[in-house]
């Protein structure tokens, strides 16, 4: 099945209104685009009794079928999202199958599937992942040539580096960014201003890792505050990839272990693979001793988190 990206969903949806999108990825705030895009089109009218919700609180799997088959009110069209649901029976997917091979026309189903849980279903799948960096610049200027503004390509370059390809994060530093006195962004007010999304920069860093690039990792720990928590950070997410590849628990068994979301667990899953078991545990230990020495003033923070990157990089 062909997934596709907000651009082409536009243009899709000019054309025809499909029975059911899934959209999938890691960028929330492209799920709420996804989400604008297809209320538009649908142009509900009386939006309390067409356009329902169901989260993991308000699930109910008779009621989310009850719902997609019931017509809809005052309007041509009804729309029903399923948020981020991740727990359903095998009954749910059959009574899903079957709506779906004869929908009702004017019912719309939006499913944001963050975990994957949905690709049991044949629908249209529209892409939530990341987007490249020629994309995000021209989203960037775009909207800055909106508020009047323009950016240097290195302060581009940088401001898409801090916040690891997520649009969700770039968008609310463009509206810090934007109140700078002059009417050009430079690199310097980036470093300066933008908030470094430490939590996903390690995560970034931790598959660059993997992947043995070299430069994609130092530019990501130069944007990183060197400090405990950066550390920390790291530490946990090499715990996570070390439990990941060696324990025989399941996804859900580590996550509540480990106190983190499942989806964690599942990506670093997908991460450790890239390293063997012996690797892990030989990064586990220098994390040890980087840290003892740490906390015995043997290692300055700075050249111990340096001293890690190459150390994993060359492990």
Do not use: W
């Not at 944001?112 to 990341?130: L, Y």
């Not at 950070?233 to 106190?259: P, Q």
């Amino acid at each position: 099945m062909e997934v596709f990206g907000l651009k082409t969903l536009k243009t899709r949806l000019q054309k025809k209104i499909e029975p059911c999108y899934v959209v999938q990825g890691e960028d929330i705030l492209l799920y709420d685009k996804a989400l604008e895009l297809v209320k538009k089109a649908c142009n509900l009218q009386l939006e309390e009794f067409n356009f329902l919700v169901f989260d993991e609180d308000s699930f109910n799997e008779q009621a989310v079928i009850d719902a997609v088959q019931t017509l809809p009110m005052g309007s041509d069209k009804k729309l029903v999202l399923l948020k981020n649901i991740s727990k359903f029976g095998e009954s749910f997917k059959k009574n899903l199958r079957d709506y779906l091979k004869n929908p009702v026309p004017s019912t719309c189903l939006m499913i944001f599937d963050f975990f994957n849980k949905f690709d049991f279903i044949i629908a249209e799948k529209v892409s939530a992942k990341r987007l490249d960096d020629g994309s995000l610049k021209a989203l960037i200027v775009a909207e800055l040539k909106a508020k009047g503004k323009t950016i240097t390509d290195g302060a581009c370059e940088r401001l898409i580096e801090a916040c690891c390809n997520y649009y969700s994060l770039i968008k609310n530093e463009i509206d810090k960014l934007s109140s700078c006195d002059g009417q050009e962004i430079t690199e310097k007010q980036v470093q300066e201003l933008v908030c470094k999304e430490t939590e996903f920069a390690v995560f970034e860093l931790t598959d660059a890792l993997s992947r043995k690039d070299a430069d994609k990792a130092v530019s990501l720990l130069n944007l990183m505050d060197k400090d405990t928590k950066t550390f920390n950070l790291i530490l946990n997410h090499f715990r996570r990839l070390f439990f990941a590849a060696t324990s025989d628990l399941s996804d859900k068994e580590i996550a509540d272990l480990l106190s983190v979301k499942e989806y964690a667990i599942t990506k670093a899953r997908q991460i450790s693979k890239n390293f063997t078991k012996l690797q892990l545990k030989n990064i586990y230990q220098m994390l040890d001793d980087v840290d003892f020495y740490i906390k015995n003033g043997q290692m300055q923070l700075e050249n111990a988190l340096f001293y890690l990157i190459f150390g994993i990089l060359y492990i």
